[in-house]
């Protein structure tokens, strides 16, 4: 049994990197190899231990709760046919009747109003937040070694990773007080600090285990930057009370809401698989020969 019971996927954005395929289909839902965005992340939440799944969603975003609905007229269809292959496939995103909650985000408002939303269904109780964006290839879960990291110090824990100094302004700063193995204790986080003024280069990526006190920090809170409710600052709040530590997880790490790290992410997973692998050996091996041109 796992002290973290429930999760929230904020799922709300527009997914503009991507048009026009987001245009009609939701970014969790763009598939990588041949599962969508979303259910990378739903995995990993099962395999920590979680058993109830927040969505904070938008308009636009009905596919998401389609996917995880049952498909009882295309199970009929497949068994009939005897495709068992594909039938397995459904069977492993199928989820436990009442373990999905989704609440509606009106409007793009940040990362802490989307988590606010969810407090009435979280309750008085620790939980993790995942961004689907943030795709961690591991062979144990970033959540599952973060939620046994937690359960021996509290307080709120957010993922980290370190990146090169020039590329501390594209992300969430770790203010590193003091270090112990994979474990950093916080003064606080800096929001996309100029590489000069980073107080370190250990970045925060898309996992969080907070405690339910964020809530009264995210409601005392007022827009921060961008005139959004920045979850970094309700963090920030409650450093000194609750404490914020870093977890360095193990795992490659791929930022999916950038074309690019889409792609690559696709590649990775895809070389993992023993049916891929060697066909995109091959073709990688074609693509970096030298071209041949007609004369």
Known sequence: ?????????????????????TKSIPK????????????????????????EFIFVTAAGKGALEDYFDTAAALEQRLAAAGKTDALAALERARMPEGALSFVRQAA?????????????????????????????????????????????IRGHMVAT??????????YGILDVARESGR?????????????????SCSAVVGRYILEPSI?????????????ELQLTDAINADVHEIGVTGYRFEGERFDCGSVLGFVQATMAFAL?????????????????APRQYAA
Request: proline share 10%.
């Open 183 to 199: 474990l950093a204790r916080a003064r606080g986080l800096v929001e996309k600090p100029r590489p000069e003024l980073a107080p």
């Open 272 to 288: 993992d698989r023993p049916d891929l692998q060697d066909g995109i050996e091959r073709f990688l091996e074609t693509k970096s």
């Open 1 to 21: 049994m796992t002290h973290i019971r429930k999760a929230v996927f904020p799922v709300a954005g527009m997914g503009t990197r991507f048009l026009p395929a």
């Open 215 to 227: 809530f009264a920090r995210l409601s005392d809170l007022g827009p921060g930057a961008g005139g």
């Open 28 to 51: 969790e839902m763009l598939p990588l190899v041949d599962r969508p965005l979303i259910q990378y992340a739903v995995d990993e939440a099962r395999a920590a231990g979680i058993e």
């Open 108 to 152: 793009p408002l940040g990362l802490g109003h989307a988590v606010r939303l969810a407090q009435r269904l979280v309750g008085d109780e620790p939980f993790a937040v995942l961004l689907p964006d943030d795709v961690i290839r591991s062979p144990q879960g970033a959540l599952t070694q973060m939620v046994a990291a937690h359960g021996r």
């Open 161 to 170: 990773m370190e990146v090169p100094r020039q590329d501390t302004s594209s």
